[in-house]
């Protein structure tokens, strides 16, 4: 049996198919509130690279700071909201006795999350609705956005390659 994972089985000793979707769901949405705080903390906060409105409402006036504060407490309030279903999910997920409990499958879970995150917010923040870019004061704004599409392309694609991996060393355990 690989290292953190385990299948379960009933009180009569039969095996129980264990399915991995709820863990998949669970750590996605984890990762997706991670993925939210990081950009929050490290991207809005510490470099101060960004705000939620940047692109729209510089921050160069008090208001305009003001807004836009208002604005990224409304993302974390979402991302903090996505974090607590992940949990709540994967709290609930232990005590079935069909879930698959694997290391491999949650953390490619959170790093699926994380890189979903970042596309979708990178799509629709930075080009569509062109609210912010990664880098706000930057000679090449498009060159940030688009390697920021690219890593989390990259991030999404290694997870999900992790989450199989998974799911075929869980698969593997079954009996017969």
């Given at each position: 049996m690989a290292t953190g994972q385990y299948t379960r089985n009933s009180?009569?000793?039969?095996?129980?198919?264990?399915?991995?979707?709820?863990?998949?769901?669970?750590?996605?949405?984890?990762?997706?509130?991670m993925g939210g705080f990081v950009d929050g903390i490290v991207l809005h906060q510490i470099l101060q690279w960004h705000q939620m409105l940047s692109a729209k409402l510089p921050p160069d006036t008090l208001l305009n700071k003001e807004v836009n504060m208002f604005w990224d407490g409304i993302f974390h309030a979402f991302t903090w909201l996505t974090t607590a279903v992940g949990i709540g999910l994967l709290w609930r997920l232990i005590y079935r006795r069909d879930a698959a409990l694997s290391n491999r499958i949650f953390v490619g879970g959170l790093f699926f999350g994380f890189g979903l995150f970042n596309v979708v917010e990178g799509l629709i923040d930075h080009h569509l609705l062109k609210l912010h870019n990664v880098r706000e004061i930057s000679e090449s704004q498009g060159l940030w956005n688009w390697g920021f599409i690219l890593v989390s392309?990259?991030?999404?694609?290694?997870?999900?390659?992790?989450?199989?991996?998974?799911?075929?060393?869980?698969?593997?355990?079954?009996?017969?």
């Open positions: 009180p009569a000793g039969a095996a129980i198919k264990p399915h991995t979707g709820p863990l998949i769901v669970a750590a996605t949405l984890i990762g997706v509130g392309l990259l991030m999404l694609a290694g997870s999900w390659l992790a989450i199989q991996k998974g799911r075929r060393d869980v698969h593997r355990q079954l009996p017969g």
